[in-house]
């Protein structure tokens, strides 16, 4: 299955408290990521675990929506199995990054769901957590965008306006155009004409995230 899908967390946008209340995580994480938890303690806060776990959730959700158009984000039934990598944040992306693999992308993320396994990639930084799911990460483009306006419309026309920008520059015939298909994923458009590139959003607070996939250049 060709697909990719990705999440992004503004860590400054997250209530932390609530997150680590014991009332609140079990309705994302499984028992199961609860005792794998115990591994990790040491080097991650029970809140910064959690959101970390929710980005891959979302990643794999947005992977499979476009092929099931019917599936139904059910976070604690997308179980973390094991998480290998380097947990110190970076510093920071600064206001925009954009980039070709996931050299950059530090976390290795597995989990299963409907008998199914998936391998996301994650990045930490001082002020976001970014996750990527794909069939192949060495294909994989994406980007992390600080913006000024965290409202729902602005957000939307900053991740747009991100990934159209790094698509067109594959393009340069004619212009590219997104438009949303009618599950609610983006879609690429060189013209008229939809084009096999699967693109994946994300918004959260003050960032934006896109992931898309392209022939190796």
């Known amino acids: 299955m060709i697909s990719v899908g990705n999440d992004i967390v503004d860590l400054h946008a997250i209530d932390q408290s609530r997150t680590s209340d014991p009332r609140f995580y079990p309705k994302i994480l499984s028992a199961t990521e609860q005792q794998l938890y115990q591994r990790f303690a040491a080097r991650l806060p029970m809140w910064l675990w959690v959101w970390l776990l929710w980005s891959a959730k979302e990643a794999v959700y947005k992977y499979l929506k476009r092929h099931e158009p019917t599936l139904v984000f059910s976070p604690a039934k997308i179980v973390i199995t094991e998480i290998t990598g380097e947990f110190t944040p970076t510093t920071s992306f600064g206001e925009m990054v954009s980039q070709i693999g996931a050299s950059q992308l530090s976390i290795t993320i597995l989990s299963t769901f409907q008998n199914r396994q998936f391998t996301t990639r994650s990045c ?18 994406w980007g992390i965008e600080q913006i000024a306006h965290d409202d729902y419309k602005s957000q939307s026309a900053a991740v747009r306006a991100f ?48 992931a898309f996939l392209l022939e190796r250049y």
């Open 124 to 141: 930490i930084s001082n002020n976001c957590i970014a996750t990527f799911l794909t069939d192949d990460f060495d294909r994989l483009h």
């Open 163 to 210: 990934a159209t920008k790094n698509l067109s520059t594959y393009f340069t015939s004619r212009p590219i155009t997104i438009k949303k298909s009618t599950i609610g994923y983006p879609e690429v458009y060189f013209g008229d004409s939809p084009l096999p590139i699967p693109l994946s959003f994300a918004h959260h607070g003050n960032y934006v995230s896109y």
